[in-house]
């Protein structure tokens, strides 16, 4: 039953990835393959939804007359019931129901190892990167020429926008560190390294070859036995240290929140030198965000704006005339979905981040936070077609909240 209930996710979930991925690249402009995209995405959402009802139903049948479990049932019910409520209430707010797919699909992912989920998508990614990308090089589909002042290219490679593949190829590096049981030869990091190179040639995504490179080169220390000894060496002192041991593990997990911190200052003092130097470094995406907050303010379930991207037109000059886009994640979701999931996202993530830490998988624990990073200058922290990580947070949003724990102390109170 269990494993019938495991393939049913994974249908839904491949079915929703392919579908989520393509719709991020010109086969949109092929005559029906939108309409059958959108069909696909629905279809996973149904599926993904009777996962969840199936596991509701198997848990029911579990109580056998247990009050406890009883009350664990009814918690999670209620729990479910009132996240859906926030995705509705959002989706209605803001015009968007990926919110609503994104939950649903998580949750569908009870009972389904997080490591089994990130192997299938490795390989899963690898293959549509690799389909999309000779798409465009055969002409399937159309690779976008972007032009600047008429002297400079940058190739789209078969998606909307030039740094879409960069920020694929990024989360799949994620998961293949993950996924990795031993650290990778330096050859196949060099390798790594080499299409990294490439992809900048074709791109011109200089952030992305920047993230990628030092994560890179993170990883190619870990290669080299002798650096690993003792970068292992150094770490365990630090996470020893009676002072520097819990600033470390607890600084690391509330990450998100010091790095929005950072950006409270950063917009609260928009005149400063650390905020125009920050900004510069940025590529103006400071400035972005602090016309945004301007513009559409910050609402308790979001709001409904029309984001204007790059689009298919190719000519940078006229695009940056009408840029309307807030590249940092965390006002984006501010933005878009509210304060409510923005809290609640922060929330999620620190309890992951907290759980690496205390089982002492540093590794693990260093590339989440690398996605907190990254995602304070890219929107993706909340698009699971390429933040997979995303299900990290699915115990946590599957489990019993703590009803029967306060029952236990009331009664021993």
Not at 235 to 251: D, I, M, Q, S, Y
Request: contains cysteine.
């Amino acid at each position: 039953m269990e494993k019938r209930k495991e393939q049913l996710f994974f249908f839904a979930y491949i079915m929703f990835m392919v579908a989520t991925v393509l719709q991020t690249t010109m086969y949109t402009d092929l005559a029906v393959v939108p309409q059958i995209l959108i069909a696909m995405r629905y279809a996973a959402f149904m599926l993904a939804a009777v996962k969840v009802l199936w596991d509701l139903y198997g848990k029911l049948k579990a109580v056998n007359g247990s009050r406890e479990r009883l009350l664990d049932w009814g918690s999670v019910v209620l729990k479910y019931i009132l996240m859906a409520a926030l995705a509705v209430a959002v989706s209605v707010t803001a015009d968007e129901r990926s919110l609503a797919f994104l939950l649903v699909i998580l949750l569908a992912a009870g009972g389904v190892k997080a490591d089994k989920i990130f192997r299938v998508t490795l390989w899963l990614q690898i293959g549509l990167a690799v389909f999309v990308f000779f798409s465009a090089g055969t002409g399937i589909i159309e690779d976008l020429v972007f032009e600047r002042s008429g002297t400079f290219n940058r190739h789209s490679l078969g998606y909307w926008f030039p740094s879409y593949l960069m920020s694929y190829y990024f989360f799949i590096l994620l998961l293949l560190f993950w996924t990795q049981k031993k650290p990778l030869h330096w050859k196949t990091v060099a390798l790594l390294e080499g299409f990294n190179l490439l992809l900048y040639l074709l791109s011109d995504a200089r952030l992305g070859l920047l993230v990628n490179t030092c994560l890179l080169g993170a990883e190619f220390l870990r290669s080299v036995p002798s650096v690993r000894t003792r970068l292992q060496k150094a770490a365990e002192k630090v996470l020893g240290h009676r002072f520097f041991g819990p600033v470390t593990k607890w600084g690391w997990a509330l990450l998100p929140e010091l790095l929005c911190a950072f950006l409270v200052v950063l917009i609260k003092f928009p005149t400063s030198k650390l905020a125009l130097y920050t900004d510069y470094f940025l590529s103006n995406r400071i400035y972005y965000a602090i016309m945004g907050i301007d513009e559409y303010g910050i609402h308790l379930l979001g709001n409904d704006i029309e984001w204007i991207g790059y689009g298919a037109r190719t000519d940078m000059f006229a695009i940056e005339k009408t840029y309307n886009f807030v590249d940092c994640s965390y006002v984006y979701i501010l933005l878009y979905f509210g304060l409510l999931v923005f809290l609640g996202l922060l929330a999620c993530l620190f309890w992951v981040s907290a759980r690496l830490g205390r089982r002492g998988d540093v590794h693990k624990a260093f590339l989440f936070g690398i996605i907190f990073l990254y995602c304070f200058v890219e929107p993706r922290l909340l698009e699971l077609n390429m933040n997979t990580f995303l299900f990290l947070m699915t115990p946590l949003l599957v489990r019993p909240p703590y009803l029967r724990l306060w029952q236990t102390r009331k009664q021993q109170a």
